[in-house]
Antibody
Framework: EVQLVESGGGLVQPGGSLRLSCAAS????????MSWVRQAPGKGLEWVAN????????YYVDSVKGRFTISRDIAKNSLYLQMNSLRAEDTAVYYC??????????????WGQGTLVTVSS | QSVLTQPPSASGTPGQRVTISCSGS????????VNWYQQLPGTAPKLLIY???QRPSGVPDRFSGSKSGTSASLAISGLQSEDEADYYC???????????FGGGTKLTVL
């Protein structure tokens, strides 16, 4: 059974940092692209970043470029999101998702339960 | 302002058929396939329709998707109370590059 379990969320002050983790199990982690998707309170879904199966390619939404870094550890079957220079508008539930990617195809077939990040003084 | 445009709300009575539209552009829906996600209250999103019109295992055939040009739609027939949820369309956008979502449609079963 595919499982994605996020952790690391919490309350952080503006300008602070936080590192989210996503523990993957039930599938061969090393062959899948992975993504982070967030949802601000009462708002819609926003894709944040993704990373190729071997970590060689990464893409980010413009609003987090230069502040967030996505990474993965194949040996630990884990995905990470290092978030620096956090702003109030980064407050959201952050979901880890498994990507299915191909020619003209890109979707998320499994999602974690999410971890809440609150940026406030 | 979301890149993909959905109506904020939709409604129907049990047994009815409802459709939710999703409008994009040549760099996303016009080129790439469309996917739909269902988010029940207080839960994580779940894949509902992938590559325009495919249903994952376990999704009832009451749910169907279609795409034409730069627009897509989700149809739900035989509406049930448990279908009350938020629905999001999404696609890869070549111009960003990245995944873009619609703003979401809140479906109410009257």
């Amino acid at each position: 059974e595919v499982q994605l379990v996020e952790s690391g969320g919490g309350l952080v002050q503006p300008g602070g940092s936080l590192r989210l983790s996503c523990a993957a199990s039930g599938f061969t982690f090393s062959i899948y692209w992975m993504s982070w998707v967030r949802q601000a309170p009462g708002k819609g879904l926003e894709w944040v970043a993704n990373i190729k199966h071997d970590g060689s390619d990464k893409y980010y939404v413009d609003s987090v470029k230069g502040r967030f870094t996505i990474s993965r550890d194949i040996a630990k079957n884990s995905l990470y999101l290092q978030m620096n220079s956090l702003r109030a508008e980064d407050t959201a539930v952050y979901y880890c998702a498994r990507d299915i990617q191909g020619d003209y195809i890109y979707y998320f077939d499994y999602w974690g339960q999410g971890t809440l990040v609150t940026v406030s003084s | 302002q979301s890149v993909l445009t959905q109506p904020p709300s939709a409604s129907g009575t049990p047994g009815q058929r409802v459709t939710i539209s999703c409008s994009g552009s040549s760099s996303n829906i016009g080129t790439n396939t469309v996917n739909w996600y269902q988010q029940l209250p207080g839960t994580a999103p779940k894949l509902l329709i992938y590559t325009n019109n495919q249903r994952p295992s376990g999704v009832p055939d009451r749910f169907s998707g279609s795409k034409s040009g730069t627009s897509a739609s989700l149809a739900i027939s035989g509406l049930q109370s448990e279908d009350e949820a938020d629905y999001y369309c999404a696609a890869w956008d070549d111009s960003l590059p990245g995944v873009v979502f619609g703003g979401g449609t809140k479906l109410t079963v009257l």
